[in-house]
């Protein structure tokens, strides 16, 4: 089985291995496009730019760390297989890739999860298991049928990931390189930390606010007391931030790059959703509305600069998007 050990020793890649990573994500899947909309400009009252990892193959951001991840994997020795935890959004990625390098790959999502999702990540030929109540449940049921079949435990973050989601980034600061402050949702943090690396391989000074959801506050609880917290989870809309114990290493790396973590409700991340449909005619799910959603709230503080809100996936059910819209 392979160990990785070609894996760069820091988390947060170089511009040289940013580069190198988005040749790799070109292969399968165009950049994806940074627009601006009009309604939305005028709704929050400022230049809002609205990067759409909605738009990949996978309707998520998370596709571009899993083609870096396999692509080292392969070349160290494809494993027999290839386990992971998800509520969703990464396990697509996985299974994407998995297909991709003709590896098997298990997918251990959390009872209850996301009916779609889970169809999905099927459509991609994985192996579904249901194990536990949350996504920190499913975590330790992949760790022990990784270590009962003997195949390779995918984490959920890791260096090559950041690195892979972390050409997201490269391509908006490119195109947009005077952003005074961008707006990053935050599960386990890889998609922070690629835009914080990207920033800094650019030389940039754009501020970055991570996102949390009120109803999942581990991440921020533990960037404030610089610990790790863990605490429960209540979110019913943020499935994909829903994580209840961050990890070190993207803690370590937000507190260094990012200037403050802003926490959204339920109602606010809803409300972002029901925004993003009328002001752009796209489709967010609740960790995909959450930027907007801080951006809302700080609207005031935002006048008159330019400001960037990622909209990392559009994977929504359809029954709860449909009572989302019409909440509203």
């Known amino acids: 089985m392979p160990n990785m050990t070609s894996v760069a020793e820091i988390v947060q890649p170089s511009l040289a291995s940013l580069e190198s990573a988005a040749a790799l994500v070109y292969q399968s899947m165009p950049p994806t496009p940074q627009y601006r909309w009009p309604l939305l400009d005028s709704r929050v009252g400022t230049a809002v730019w609205v990067k759409h990892e909605n738009h990949t193959p996978t309707g998520a951001f998370k596709l571009r760390g899993g083609l870096v991840y396999f692509d080292e994997l392969a070349r160290e020795g494809k494993p027999a297989g290839v386990v992971t935890a998800t509520r969703g959004n990464h396990g697509q990625s996985i299974g ?136 429960e989870v209540t979110t019913r809309i943020a499935d994909g931030m829903a994580c209840r114990t961050p990890m070190r290493e993207a803690l370590d790396i937000a507190r260094r790059g990012a200037e403050r973590v802003v926490e959204v409700t339920d109602e606010e991340v809803e409300s972002a959703m029901r925004a993003l449909f009328a002001d752009t005619h796209n489709v967010a799910e609740g960790g995909g509305a959450a930027a907007l959603a801080a951006l809302l709230q700080e609207r005031d503080a935002m006048r008159g600069r330019t400001v960037a809100v990622i909209v990392s996936g559009g994977n929504v059910d359809s029954d709860v998007y449909s009572g989302v819209l019409t909440a509203g």
């Not at 990053?184 to 754009?206: E, N, Y």
Request: with cysteine.
């Open 96 to 231: 994407f890739a998995a297909r991709r390098y003709g590896i098997p790959a298990a997918i251990v999502v959390p009872h209850g999860n996301s009916v779609e999702k889970n169809a999905a990540m099927k459509a991609l030929g994985v192996e579904l298991i249901e194990r536990g109540r949350d996504f920190q449940a499913a975590s330790e049921a992949a760790e022990e049928i990784a270590a009962e079949r003997g195949w390779h435990r995918v984490p959920s973050f890791h260096p090559l990931l950041v690195c892979g989601v972390g050409t997201y980034a490269l391509e908006l600061f490119r195109a947009v390189p005077d952003l005074h402050t961008v707006y990053v949702p935050v599960g386990m943090g890889s998609g922070l930390c690629g835009v914080i690396a990207a920033r800094d391989a650019l030389g940039l000074d754009t501020r970055v606010v991570a996102v949390v959801s009120a109803g999942a506050p581990a991440f921020a609880l533990s960037y404030r007391e610089d610990r790790i917290i863990s605490h």
